[in-house]
């Protein structure tokens, strides 16, 4: 996320996309992630930016209270979308 903010930052288009337990970093709580403390500070500057999360519609949770409390702009995608996103950027990083 960190990164994803650094090069957004250099006026570059930038779509996050979480799959699997990265969408956690959307929890109310992530405090017990790394870097928890400073997510919540990286979330906000996203959101000033306008830059949405794009959400892989099957890892999100069943239960969401306490996920995106803060009302994020998401999109729920695909992984068939996911791989549109990819495949028509001209850079990608994964982690």
């Known amino acids: 996320m960190r990164i994803a903010l650094g090069v957004a930052a250099g006026e570059n288009d930038v779509t996050i996309i979480l799959t699997g337990p990265a969408v956690h970093l959307l929890d109310a709580d992530t405090d017990d992630l790394v870097d928890g ?4 500070k990286y979330r906000g500057t996203l959101a000033k ?17 306490g996920w995106n409390a803060e009302g994020h702009p998401t999109v729920p995608v695909s992984r068939e979308e996911i791989a549109g996103l990819i495949a028509g950027s001209r850079r990608f990083l994964m982690f």
């Open 49 to 65: 930016l306008g830059i949405p999360f794009h959400i892989d519609r099957s890892a999100m949770p069943a239960e969401r209270e």
């Open 37 to 40: 403390d400073d997510i919540v």
